[in-house]
């Protein structure tokens, strides 16, 4: 088994760990000391569910392999800023605890634990006891923590030891491999914050141009009121699309706006079922395509994604402060939940996050000016808006 790939080493773990680091500065170690502390609860909090909800949790064993990786990440960090080897707190958890500094370069995960581990389907008695024994050693090390204060390096080193003896310990009992929880973890960080951007192949590439949602699209965008009523409109080239709309809700917000989002997702993503029913582009000529990935379901979904979206953005202006990297990594993946199963689900979280953006500043504008012209320019991934004549 060994020979049929290459083990993960705990040093090269801590230095790809480390290259997704996106904290810096004085207060690095003490924003690291609060994400340990904060995934061993969520640890914690999983246990629980599954307790309480034990038929209808099925995320159990996923949850508990992705909370692990992320302790795991968080002491990876703690420790290369204590200035001491993640390799060597690993070697001195798992032998007699003896210090042997530099020498650990090539220590596996995987000989840190049996090489048969049953996989645990819900938390065990001893599991239990164990994640609190972990949680009581991560309150130890966290409660000694000072900023600024020197501390003893011998007093911190053992701390991070006992710590990652835990770790180590709650992932056999969970029957989860470190390697494993290691490699998702970083296989997460790199889909949210990646070191490069390689944007992937638009879905349609290989359809002709009929059948291929816009590369190149202008689409203006304005209100009109009629009656007493505000709606919006849109036109491409003279013609319009879709039918006028409201905010279809009690209280006016402006939803009425929101196609927009929709034509974001066809600028970053190269993705939309909506707009590829405004613009009668489905992809006919494969009908398990045209069934499920541009059909009603598919459309409906997208709908859904948007509006949860737009509930979201109304409590945080609009996301008028947030900055590339700067959206919640739970509210990307619930946008992938949502799309579980359909082709934007391969879409890495970074990239959601580019298309979300860019709506939500052409949403901003149209917001302020009650209309503007959208100009969708797929091959750079830009949705671009500027003012409208009137």
Not at 86 to 103: E, R
Not at 297 to 326: M, S
């Amino acid at each position: 088994m060994d020979g049929e790939f290459e083990l993960l080493t705990v040093a090269a773990y801590a230095r790809r760990a480390a290259a997704t680091d996106q904290r810096n500065g004085a207060r690095a170690l003490g924003f690291s000391m609060l994400g340990l502390f904060g995934e061993v609860g969520s640890l914690l909090s999983e246990a629980k569910k599954k307790q309480r909800d034990a038929a209808s949790y099925l995320g159990y064993a996923d949850a508990v392999a992705e909370e692990l990786g992320d302790v795991l990440w968080y002491l990876s960090a703690i420790a290369r800023r204590s200035r001491l080897s993640l390799a060597d707190i690993a070697a001195a958890a798992t032998g007699d605890g003896a210090w042997s500094p530099g020498s650990n370069e090539g220590l596996t995960f995987h000989s840190l634990q049996p090489k048969h581990m049953p996989l645990a389907k819900a938390p065990t008695v001893s599991f239990e006891g164990t994640l609190l024994a972990l949680a009581g050693e991560v309150g130890t090390l966290v409660n000694d923590f000072r900023p600024g204060a020197g501390g003893k390096a011998a007093d911190q080193r053992a701390k991070l030891i006992a710590v990652m003896r835990r770790l180590i310990q709650a992932a056999d009992e969970a029957g989860v491999t470190l390697e494993g929880a290691a490699v998702k973890n970083l296989h997460k960080i790199y889909d949210r914050w990646p070191q490069h951007r390689t944007f992937p192949e638009p879905f349609d590439a290989a359809m002709d141009s009929e059948e291929q949602l816009p590369r190149r699209m202008t689409i203006d965008i304005y209100e009109r009121t009629v009656g007493k009523q505000k709606f919006v409109y849109q036109r491409s080239n003279g013609v319009f699309v879709g039918d006028r709309l409201t905010d279809n809700a009690a209280e006016p917000d402006d939803y009425r706006f929101h196609d927009v989002f929709h034509y974001a997702y066809v600028a970053v993503l190269g993705w939309s079922p909506v707009v590829r029913s405004l613009l009668r582009l489905k992809r006919k000529s494969i009908p398990k395509i045209d069934e499920v990935e541009d059909g009603a379901r598919a459309t409906l979904i997208e709908e859904g994604v948007t509006t949860w979206l737009f509930g979201q953005a109304q409590k945080l202006k609009y996301f008028a402060d947030i900055k590339r990297g700067g959206l919640p990594l739970d509210m990307l993946k619930d946008v992938r939940q949502f799309v579980e199963g359909y082709e934007a689900a391969q879409c890495p979280l970074w990239l959601w996050e580019e298309a979300i953006l860019q709506g939500y500043a052409a949403f901003r504008h149209l917001h302020e000016h009650r209309r503007g012209r959208v100009s969708i320019d797929f091959p750079n991934r830009r949705l671009r808006i500027k003012e409208l004549p009137l």
